[in-house]
């Protein structure tokens, strides 16, 4: 008599001969998300615990001629889950203690800095947002994504020179507009 499918089954008990990629390939479409909320409850970090579940199947896939009995893939997932879980609570326990043993950092500007350079940063945001498209978006690919004059042509399909011709531009004009801010850094 044949068993019935069940959601909670694994690989190893419909077939014995699944190979290791073929074994966690559907063990980890079945149990991917049920593993990782275990992980959750035990260390309290979503992207922690993504990362234990996927060192788990990894470990897995890398021992699978040596385990004794594949019907137990599901179960060894499971407790190595939550072995790596206690070691990640350890080491964040020492890290703490650690941290707790260091120094202090040395002391930063006063508050009315920050509040100064977020004024700043915003005057320098308003003024970009006030120009050209295009000069917009050279200047933001050029300084925040650190992209070449080549790269920054691919992406919006325009030439190198005229990438160099907004970019140009657009500097000039945030020049003008903020030389006063400019001036007061200095």
């Not at 019935?4 to 077939?15: G, V, Y």
């Not at 309290?44 to 234990?52: F, L, R």
């Not at 978006?137 to 790269?151: C, G, N």
Request: proline content about 4%.
């Amino acid at each position: 008599m044949a068993r019935p499918a069940d959601s909670r089954e694994h690989p190893a008990d419909r077939s014995p001969g699944w190979s290791a990629d073929e074994a966690l390939e559907l063990l980890y479409a079945a149990h991917w998300r049920r593993l990782v909320r275990l992980a959750v409850l035990l260390v309290h970090d979503q992207g922690s615990a993504e990362e234990i579940v996927q060192d788990c199947f990894v470990a897995v896939h890398a021992r699978w001629s040596r385990l004794h009995d594949p019907d137990n893939a599901l179960a060894y997932l499971r407790q190595s889950v939550v072995n790596r879980s206690r070691s990640h609570l350890r080491h964040l326990a020492v890290v703490r203690r650690h941290a707790d043993r260091t120094a202090p950092p040395e002391p930063v500007a006063g508050a009315d800095h920050s509040a100064y350079d977020l004024v700043q940063r915003q005057t320098v945001l308003d003024a970009l947002r006030r120009l050209p498209r295009r000069q917009r978006e050279v200047l933001a690919l050029r300084y925040y994504l650190d992209l070449s004059e080549a790269e920054i042509a691919d992406t919006l399909g325009i030439s190198r020179g005229a990438v160099k011709s907004h970019a140009s531009r657009g500097a000039a004009a945030l020049r003008a507009e903020l030389g006063a801010v400019l001036e007061e850094t200095r």
